[in-house]
């Protein structure tokens, strides 16, 4: 299965020797689950865009530290790329900005939330559990690092609510084929590719600028105790069975 990254955005230079590319932070992700996935990567926030949605089985839309509500040139091309391919039924996840920017595309919005930012590790209720959840039983919560200001605050008529929280009311979204028999497209607001090294790492850079610095520190200690602990793995088996079953 070769699937295509839609690069929206770049780690932080200062955070790159330790962690890598959010590139490498999906491959890592995805090696344990699925290796036989191979990835090309489209620097779309370059202009750089695939020649069709056909060009690979599937489509991963990266985070982003731009807002969709920037409508900068490469994000409406993005959004008319990620119409085609969810039109084409070509399978589509999409992470924190990919997650944003897809409901954006097929007719939500998205806005900054009045909550603030939603930092370190955030618990979700599934609302509505897949087959290609691949569990024994059907899931009833899970753990991930968030990072983000932004929340899809309305939804696309086409999507439905996987995951929510209190926090976040859309944190989730599955989107159903034409027929109903199937999902084709998949996203999340929080991060299954950010370990609570990285998460750490990232609240520290962005104390006091970005985050407030209160908040970032209380955060960053957090996860630097293992308060809790994201469910990474869990959540890359169900995008791999997403994948598969579209």
Do not use: K
């Given at each position: ?42 620097a779309v926030l370059d202009d750089q865009f695939p020649a ?56 939500g919005k998205v806005r900054k939330s009045e909550k603030g ?130």
């Open positions: 299965m070769r699937i295509g990254i839609l690069e929206t955005g770049r780690s932080r230079e200062a955070l790159h020797a330790a962690h890598g590319s959010y590139i490498d932070m999906f491959r890592r992700l995805f090696a344990e689950q699925a290796p036989e996935i191979t990835f090309e990567v489209f069709s949605v056909d060009a690979c089985d599937g489509w991963l839309i990266t985070g982003s530290r731009h807002g969709v509500y920037e409508g900068l040139p490469w994000m409406l091309r993005l959004q008319e790329f990620l119409r085609q391919a969810v039109a084409a039924e070509r399978p589509v996840v999409g992470i924190c900005f990919g997650h944003q920017i897809l409901a954006e595309a097929l007719g930012w939603g930092i370190a590790v955030h618990q979700y209720q599934v609302d509505d559990p897949r087959p290609w959840m691949g569990e024994a039983a059907p899931p009833t919560d899970f753990r991930l690092n968030a990072m983000h200001q932004d929340q899809v605050q309305e939804l696309p008529p086409s999507a439905q609510v996987l995951a929510s929280s209190d926090f976040c009311p859309h944190a989730a979204l599955c989107y159903p084929s034409a027929d109903g028999t199937r999902d084709i497209a998949l996203s999340f607001q929080a991060h299954p590719e950010f370990t609570p090294a990285y998460e750490r790492d990232l609240i520290h850079v962005l104390s006091g600028s970005a985050i407030p610095a209160e908040q970032a520190s209380a955060a960053e200690q957090a996860v630097a105790r293992g308060d809790l602990q994201p469910e990474q793995q869990r959540v890359a088996g169900w995008i791999v069975g997403f994948l598969r079953q579209a």
